[in-house]
Every structure is written in structure tokens, then in C-alpha cells.
């Protein structure tokens, strides 16, 4: 058996403290079907739904993947103080609201965010207990490919999200945990594991083998001990090769 170190006293037996996970990765990277596999996967695990000006995009229903509000309600919002962090991304603003933690909380849930590297860092500097966990495509081309598939934006747009990507994967070291999302289900295995484990690390309690061993499977992916593996990914952005024609 081994003793996991991070019991909280201070914490109030009867009040749930969710743990709050924050998701980033580029555009592109497989993140939304990440997060819907892990949602069926864990249990007790809500999902924070943001408001966003953007328009809906092809199946997006309004309460679903989003609250699609236009621009002067959103401002209303902020001017009300209703969001945790919002920040602008493309052109759009996003935000998430603050009733999410407190529902979260109420409910005895934890919280899953999935937001951009400028929201995670107001979420980091509000709540530096949250969870961040990075995810990262394997290389630039794999990235372009992947957007191109999807082919729901104009090419000026794929660069631009190219573009947005390769500054965004520099804030990489701000984050908990990388995950490079090469082979899905590796990564549905690693991201629930890295979830499982942390509650697993709050609960302060002595671990089972397999308990410990899901813990060392979250491991891996610590800013700490995926250093090496990332270098060639962060190479294939810092030194792109286009496949446009
Ligand atoms: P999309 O428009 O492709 O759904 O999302 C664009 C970007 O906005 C993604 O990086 C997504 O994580 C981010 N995003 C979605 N919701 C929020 C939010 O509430 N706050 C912030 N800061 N970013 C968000």
C-alpha cells in the first residue's frame, strides 16, 4: 500500500471542494472528443458550459456545447460580474460562468473546463488548486491535416488557427499535465487516469495497488516527465513546414 501526501485538513468534511480540471489545447488537437469520452467515462464529473458570441457551427445546440449569446449580453455579464474568467478568442468572446462551481459544488461534483490558455490562467490565478491538463497533437503536420479534414473553415482561417496554435503551445509549462494525443485511446486512458488520480491524491487516503498504479499511469504525463518527448513536437511548430500548394 502507498500513502498518498496531499490531505487537506482545512477542508470541511461536509462541503464538496470540487476539484476543477481545466482542458486547453489548440484548435484541431481532438480535444472535444476527449472530453465527451471522458464525461461517459467518469462519474461525478460536470461539465462547464460556456457562453460564447460565436455562432453556432453545424449540429451545436444552444445549452448544449454552448450558451450562444450575442455580443451586448455577453458585455451585460461581465459588467455583472458573472463570469469566472471570459477572454476573447478569434474574434469571439467566451466565458465561463461562475454558477458553474457553485452548482458543481452543491451537487458534489467536480468541475471540467475546457477553455483557452488565457482563461486557464485567470482560472490558475483564482483557483491555484484547479487541475490543467495541455493536450498536444503529435507534430504541426498532423495538426493541419486534422484541420483540413474537418473542413468546416476557409483556408485564411486554418492558418490562422495554425498561427494561434503555435503561440499557444508555448504556454505549455503553465499546465499540470501534457498529454499528446497520438492514438485515441491511449488518451481517453491517460486523460481519465489523470482525473481519477487526482481525486485519488485529495482524498489523502491510503492507496490500493491498482490505485497507485492508475496514479503512476497519470504520472507520465507531468509537465516534469514528458520534457523530452515534447521537444520534437514543439521543433515540428517553431520550424513549420506548410503543405499548402
Ligand atoms: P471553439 O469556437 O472552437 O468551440 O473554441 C475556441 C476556443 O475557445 C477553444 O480553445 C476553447 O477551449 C475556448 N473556449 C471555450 N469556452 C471557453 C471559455 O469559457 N473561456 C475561455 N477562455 N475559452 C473558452
Redesign the pocket.
Known amino acids: 500500500m502507498i500513502k498518498s501526501g496531499m490531505n487537506d485538513p482545512t477542508m470541511n468534511a461536509d462541503a464538496h471542494k470540487p476539484v476543477v480540471y481545466i482542458i ?2 489548440p ?1 484541431g488537437s481532438g480535444k472535444s472528443t476527449l472530453v465527451n469520452e471522458l464525461l461517459k467515462k467518469v462519474s461525478d464529473l460536470e461539465f462547464s458550459i ?3 458570441t ?1 455562432a453556432p457551427r453545424g449540429s451545436e445546440v444552444d445549452g448544449r456545447q454552448y450558451f450562444f449569446i450575442s455580443r451586448p449580453e455577453f458585455e451585460q455579464m461581465i459588467r455583472e460580474d458573472a463570469f469566472l ?3 476573447e ?2 474574434g469571439n468572446y ?3 460562468a461562475r454558477r458553474f462551481l457553485d452548482d458543481a459544488a452543491r451537487h458534489g461534483r467536480d468541475l471540467l473546463l ?3 490558455v ?2 486557464a490562467a485567470q482560472i490558475q490565478s483564482k483557483l491555484p488548486d484547479a487541475t490543467s491538463i495541455f493536450i498536444l497533437p503529435p507534430d504541426r503536420k498532423t495538426l493541419e491535416e486534422r484541420l483540413r479534414k474537418r473542413s468546416e473553415d476557409r483556408e485564411e482561417v486554418i492558418q490562422r488557427r495554425l498561427d494561434t496554435a503555435t503561440r499557444e503551445i508555448e504556454n505549455y509549462q503553465r499546465y499540470n499535465y501534457i498529454l499528446v494525443n497520438d492514438q485515441l485511446e491511449d488518451s481517453i486512458r491517460l486523460l481519465r487516469a489523470i482525473v481519477r488520480g487526482e481525486r485519488l491524491l485529495r482524498a489523502g487516503r491510503e492507496l490500493s495497488t491498482e490505485e497507485a498504479t492508475l496514479v503512476a499511469n497519470a504520472d507520465l504525463c507531468r509537465l516534469a516527465n514528458v520534457r523530452t518527448r515534447l521537444q520534437p513536437i514543439l521543433e515540428s511548430f517553431r520550424t513549420p513546414v506548410s503543405s499548402r500548394t
Do not use: C, K, N, P
Open positions: 486547453s489545447a484548435s460556456s457562453y460564447t460565436r474568467e471570459h477572454a478568442v478569434f467566451y466565458g465561463t475546457d477553455i483557452d488565457q482563461g
